[in-house]
């Protein structure tokens, strides 16, 4: 029993630690805006 205790705690710790990356991932970073520019040739535009 000791050793299922002990496996349940080191999968509590690694999902600690990802949901933690996440976190910090989804909250302290901060991407940079930019402009896009997309080329449309202008035969995708025809009715076939």
């Known amino acids: 029993m000791p050793s299922l205790f002990r496996f349940l705690t080191v999968v509590a ?6 949901y933690g990356g996440l976190f ?4 302290l970073v ?14 995708k535009f025809q009715k076939k």
């Open 30 to 43: 901060n991407p940079k805006p930019r402009e896009m520019t997309i080329v449309i040739p202008p035969d």
């Open 13 to 18: 710790v690694i999902g600690g630690l990802i």
């Open 24 to 27: 910090a991932l989804a909250n």
